[in-house]
Nanobody, 115 residues
Framework: QVQLVESGGGLVQAGGSLRLSCAAS????????LGWFRQAPGKGREFVAA????????YYADSVEGRFTISRDNRKNTLWLQMDSLTLEDTAVYYC????????WGQGTQVTVSS
């Protein structure tokens, strides 16, 4: 079974950027569609972005379209989320998983955007 570990979160000012990473271990994830999800304080978990096993197939939530970029390197079993022009509303714990979700959720990585 694939295990996913998120990293790269932190505290950033509004308008800044962060790059999240998701490292996979276990079975190679080359054929899996992968996604990023987030959960803001007091809210449910929501979809952020997804990428097919072919990197050209990407999908974004309307709220992040044009600001976030999802990418993957199948040789390194790694998934990234480049987040630019961050806003206070992007504050959340970010998780990676397959898309659609099939794996247990990991610990996630906290992203906090300050004014």
């Amino acid at each position: 079974q694939v295990q996913l570990v998120e990293s790269g979160g932190g505290l950033v000012q509004a308008g800044g950027s962060l790059r999240l990473s998701c490292a996979a271990s276990g079975r190679p994830f080359i054929t899996l569609a992968l996604g990023w999800f987030r959960q803001a304080p007091g809210k449910g978990r929501e979809f952020v972005a997804a990428v097919g096993w072919v990197e050209s197939n990407t999908y974004y939530a309307d709220s992040v379209e044009g600001r976030f970029t999802i990418s993957r390197d199948n040789r390194k079993n790694t998934l990234w989320l480049q987040m630019d022009s961050l806003t206070l509303e992007d504050t959340a714990v970010y998780y990676c998983n397959t898309a659609p979700v099939t794996l247990p959720w990991g610990q996630g990585t906290q992203v906090t955007v300050s004014s």
